[in-house]
């Protein structure tokens, strides 16, 4: 048995979200529905590529924003926690995921606001044996993590309960690059009433 070790998410880097389950379509990425401003913030599997949807930050669960860097960053830049708030570069700092208010087994991307309870927008992250990742919510009241549909094209993604036996549960999580644009360290992650 592998020791588990720390999630290696850092506030201060854009990371992708791959599955190990599907070789011909395993990133995590937002569809494309309506453009920016209007899209669903629903999730699909795709091929990686240079796209801002498969760029996802991780913010700690608790913590206001997520300060810049100092300009000379400390190697040891991962979070102590394992709940997080997550966004991805494509649809800004102020659509973070969620779970679906109408089919707990779909997580969304949608703007958060004052009158949401945490549960629903805090996601936990832990290790599997083989050093792969779940990422999951328990809004529901059973913890169900991000994993790939029944469909054929193997592109769904859905909210399934934890099972250790099902390998489409399992994600590999890799820095992309440092988050440059201001508005990410700016904007709370955590919206508060006007």
Not at 13 to 41: E, Y
Not at 45 to 73: D, I, M, N, V
Not at 110 to 134: I, P, Y
């Amino acid at each position: 048995m592998t020791t588990p070790s720390q999630p290696p998410f850092s506030p201060h880097h854009f990371h992708r979200i791959t599955n190990t389950s599907n070789p011909s379509n395993p990133t995590l990425d937002v569809i494309n529905d309506a453009g920016r401003q209007n899209s669903t913030g629903l999730l699909k599997l795709t091929r990686e590529g240079y796209y801002s949807g498969q760029y996802w930050s991780f913010t700690p669960s608790g913590t206001p924003h997520c300060p810049p860097q100092a300009s000379k960053p400390s190697r040891d830049t991962t979070s102590t926690s394992n709940t997080y708030r997550i966004r991805t570069w494509w649809l800004g700092p102020n659509r973070q995921l969620d779970v679906y208010a109408d089919d707990t087994s779909k997580a969304v991307l949608r703007r958060a606001d004052a009158t949401d309870t945490a549960n629903a927008l805090d996601w936990s992250v832990g290790q599997w044996e083989d050093g792969t990742w779940w990422i999951g919510n328990e809004a529901s009241g059973v913890l169900k993590v991000l994993d790939v549909g029944e469909r054929e094209d193997r592109r769904e993604v859905v909210l399934s309960e934890k099972d250790e036996g099902k390998k489409t549960q399992r994600w590999r999580v890799e820095v992309v690059r440092e988050i440059d644009e201001q508005e990410y360290h700016e904007t709370p992650i955590t919206p508060t009433p006007e």
